[in-house]
């Protein structure tokens, strides 16, 4: 350890509550005076809570390499967008529609090149660099643009690589032993094993542990915020209704309720064409928390259930947060089996109900299941279950990796 602080990189912190902001504010306040580098702005409730932690936070690059490649950054994100609205129709080629979504890699690739730069201008001591949510391509070319040797995880593939990028890949290919990817499951790992075999992997959940389970207050608070009576069956179904999850087969469950039913739902983006048939069905009670939402509204909605809903397609196996945030704040489960390594840490829970992926029946007997007796709420052995970490441990863990890289780096 060289004794600087951790340095903690997040370009998702302008965005209300969530996985990624809570699991920032989390290791800040585990190493307090941690530098927060955020290139597109920090949330206000995050704001509070990092300065509370001792935090220094910066939003601006520092150098004017920094600059010139934050500006190079914006400038291709403004090209992606213009190109994904010329190009969105299905009439143009598959690789034109594409080229958008390629220019957006290299942006992103730009991005943390500019904030590792103010990184190692700010804190060249530093006992870790972690990029929290890095993208999923160009790992070498943003180290070495960045100079910086540090750590990133990679939640998801949102798009591959044409020709063009794996170009500059194998040009930066030297850059990969510079970094390390931590890969919060082992889909996801062996996933980008495939893709890129030589960058150095680990797999580590990324949201940790904080030991703030909902508190009887507020469940009764989230009730009362409803006015939902405490012996009516609520469950919540929240984030947004991004392509992988299973919105349909949620719709087609609900469609078989025989029992009355509260449904909380919170997110964006949302469908308010399914929403205004969900109003319409006759044993649901639909409750809408327009989101995004602080972390205040997310606990008395996850406070109201009775059980969380997460439904997802098959094979999609990046972490859930929400799967994630039912265990640490002791919410019961009803989760569909998209993931088996997921499936196999759940099954003899009691306060997990897990149905077969795309099987509305199935989720409709949960459903029943939990309006004529609530399942046990999970204890807090559930986060270790699922292979959480506290925030204090998951610090240790990115330090001593970035010790061992820095290590490795030095003998070459």
Known sequence: MTGGPLVLIEPYADRLGGHHQRTLVALAQARPGSLVIAPNGIARDAVTA??????????????????VLLAASRLAAGLSTIGQRVFCSRRWPRRLRRLPHQV???????????????????????????????????????????????LRFVHEQFTTEDAAVRLLGRLARRGEGRTVAVYPTQAVADQFATAFPELPGVVRAFAVDDGRRLTDAERE??????????????????????PYKDIATVHAALTRLTEPLHLVVTGQPLDTAVLERWRDLPNLHLHLVVGPVAESVLRLVYGAADAALVARHPGVGKESGLVMDA??????????????????RLREQPWALTFPVGDPDSLADALHAVIRQPPARPGPEAPGLLGMWTATEQADFLTRTFASLRTKESRC
């Open 50 to 67: 990092l300065r509370e932690a001792g935090a220094r936070l910066v939003t601006a690059p520092t150098g004017r390499l920094a600059t």
């Open 327 to 344: 265990a640490r704040l002791g919410v019961p489960l009803i989760v569909s089996d998209h993931d088996p390594h997921l499936t196999a």
């Open 104 to 150: 957006t890699l290299v942006a992103r690739c730009l991005t943390e090149a500019s904030v590792l730069r103010t990184a190692r201008h700010l804190e060249p001591g530093a006992e870790a660099v972690v990029i929290l949510t890095a993208s999923e391509a160009l790992h070498g070319a943003a180290a070495l643009l960045g100079g910086q040797p540090h």
């Open 221 to 242: 608070g989230g009730r009362a915020a409803f006015n939902i009576p405490a012996a009516e069956a609520v469950v919540c179904l929240m984030g947004g209704w991004w």
